[in-house]
T-cell receptor
């Protein structure tokens, strides 16, 4: 069964360092998303991406965050200068094109720990 | 703006007992509604969804949910709980007929 895969599963970094989280969405999906879940809190929307550009973003997705699809298969989230409060589980998701019911398919997440 | 409220951050039931997880939504238009489950150290898996049509929807693992517009609710139920149902459950809402729209999640309910 097709699935969304994410790497790394866990990354530990020092405050101020750059981090790149990688995702391989389901191959025929055209919409891509990043969500984060701070420990004990709800799953929060960060950004959605379609046709090589951001289609929607939340207030959380500020200038320290960026996304790109560098090679047609990977979808990356970059955090330029990590802060302690960026420690969270980051989930990538993808969904079908027009005609889909809106279901998002999620990866297993990348846990980011900022020290 | 859309939002989701899940009443009860923790719900504990005995094996074989009824499971009821509550979800209320706020939306300016009739939304699409979803329940996702998260098992320990795993991603989010779709349990069931309501888009249009029948208001009682059945999902995987014996779960079902009923969309009640008058109550703006989409509560999740299962007649008989099983040990394997222990997980985090998230209710989510999205805008209908807009491919690529983001899901907005509730805070989640831990079922034990």
């Amino acid at each position: 069964e097709p699935e969304v895969t994410q790497t790394p599963s866990h990354q530990v970094t020092q405050m101020g360092q750059e981090v790149i989280l990688r995702c391989v969405p389901i191959s025929n999906h055209l919409y891509f998303y990043w969500y984060r879940q701070i420990l004990g809190q709800k799953v929060e929307f960060l950004v959605s991406f379609y046709n090589n550009e951001i289609s929607e973003k939340s207030e959380i997705f500020d200038d320290q965050f960026s996304v790109e699809r560098p090679d047609g298969s990977n979808f990356t989230l970059k955090i330029r200068s990590t802060k302690l409060e960026d420690s969270a589980m980051y989930f990538c998701a993808s969904s079908e094109s027009q005609g889909g019911s809106g279901e998002l398919f999620f990866g297993e997440g990348s846990r980011l720990t900022v020290l | 703006a859309q939002s989701v409220t899940q009443l009860g951050s923790h719900v504990s039931v005995s094996e074989g007992a009824l499971v009821l997880l509550r979800c209320n939504y706020s939306s300016s238009v009739p939304p699409y509604l979803f329940w996702y489950v998260q098992y320990p150290n795993q991603g989010l898996q779709l349990l069931l969804k309501y888009t249009t049509g029948a208001t009682l929807v059945k999902g995987i693992n014996g779960f079902e949910a009923e969309f009640k517009k008058s109550e703006t609710s989409f509560h999740l139920t299962k007649p008989s709980a099983h040990m394997s149902d222990a997980a985090e459950y998230f209710c989510a809402v999205s805008r209908p007929n807009q491919a690529g729209t983001a899901l907005i999640f509730g805070k989640g309910t831990t079922l034990s």
